[in-house]
């Protein structure tokens, strides 16, 4: 289709503009990266632009020999698997009745859910309410407060509305079928593409979250990576690492600088790695929550 004077503009700046968004966006990536692996005196001298200089494993070293990380890994790992099991199973278990027409008052429970989107008790009460069911300090505190998300509700409730006929639930129903036993057998496996969207979702907010868990953790075993970077960049933990530094300030400053740039890749790692692979259910989450509700 031949394009036009004005149609080849539009799509030369475009181009230009989007290549511009795309150096902004990947840029920080790859310093990060080029750091990781170059001579902490370069990082500090301010050399590093794109490729490392002085190349060296011994941040990475560092980061794997450090007791902490190892531990924080480990946390965020568990945290980020029973947390979106949870999150999956309730969201679940509250999208489909609201999903269903013969529900009765389902737009009114509806609106209560959405309200609390916009308004919540704060983070005192929160905290408050934590403390009084003795979960301070467990892994309940960090996956129970955000056992499910609104927005991942309504996304859920609308595929099911969207893209699971209605009259096939009514055939489960007269073929004997509980309102349990239709969601297991029918709607669930023609489900699969929001199930891997919502674990996505789920799992993604799990791996990044920390604020929880500086809210109501104090002991230290139980922190989650995200934690454990979050001391390393703004070094106001750094003990024991410094017990194995030289005493030389400099020396010191060197060695943090770079393991900061390692740590933030060991901590990204997985996300990075997994989401161009499945970047399309991404896309097909955000697509199913503009579908008619």
């Not at 590093?48 to 890994?73: E, S, T």
């Not at 023609?190 to 791996?207: C, E, N, R």
């Not at 990075?272 to 399309?280: A, S, T």
Request: net charge neutral.
């Amino acid at each position: 289709m031949k394009q036009s004077a004005g149609d080849r503009i539009f799509e030369i700046v475009n181009y230009v503009l989007l290549c511009g968004v795309l150096i902004v966006v990947i840029y920080p990536l790859i310093y990060v990266l080029s750091a990781s692996f170059s001579d902490p005196a370069a990082i500090l001298r301010g050399e590093i632009w794109l490729w490392p200089k002085g190349f060296n494993l011994r941040a990475y070293a560092k980061v794997f020999q450090n007791a902490d990380i190892l531990r924080g890994y480990y946390n965020t790992i568990v945290y980020t698997a029973v947390g979106t099991a949870i999150n999956l199973v309730l969201t679940t278990l509250a999208a489909y009745p609201l999903s269903r027409k013969d529900f009765y008052g389902r737009n009114v429970i509806t609106a209560f859910i959405v309200f609390t989107m916009f308004f919540s008790g704060g983070m005192i009460p929160m905290y408050l309410l934590i403390r009084d069911l003795h979960m301070l300090n467990t892994i309940w505190a960090i996956v129970i407060p955000g056992a499910v998300s609104v927005w991942n509700l309504i996304i859920m409730r609308t595929y099911f509305q969207s893209s699971i006929p209605h009259e096939i639930q009514e055939a489960a129903m007269i073929d004997g079928c509980n309102n349990l036993q239709t969601l297991v057998r029918v709607v669930l496996p023609l489900s699969a593409p929001i199930v891997a969207v919502m674990i996505l979702f789920y799992a993604v907010g799990h791996w990044n979250a920390f604020f929880n868990a500086l809210l109501y953790l104090t002991d230290r075993k139980m922190f989650p990576l995200q934690v454990i970077l979050r001391e390393i960049l703004i070094q106001e933990d750094m003990s024991e690492m410094a017990s194995r530094l030289d005493d030389s300030l400099i020396q010191y400053m060197m060695e943090i600088e770079g393991l900061k740039y390692a740590v933030v890749v060991v901590a990204n790692l997985p996300v990075l790695v997994l989401y161009p692979f499945l970047q399309k259910y991404f896309v097909k989450g955000v697509m199913i929550g503009a579908l008619k509700g």
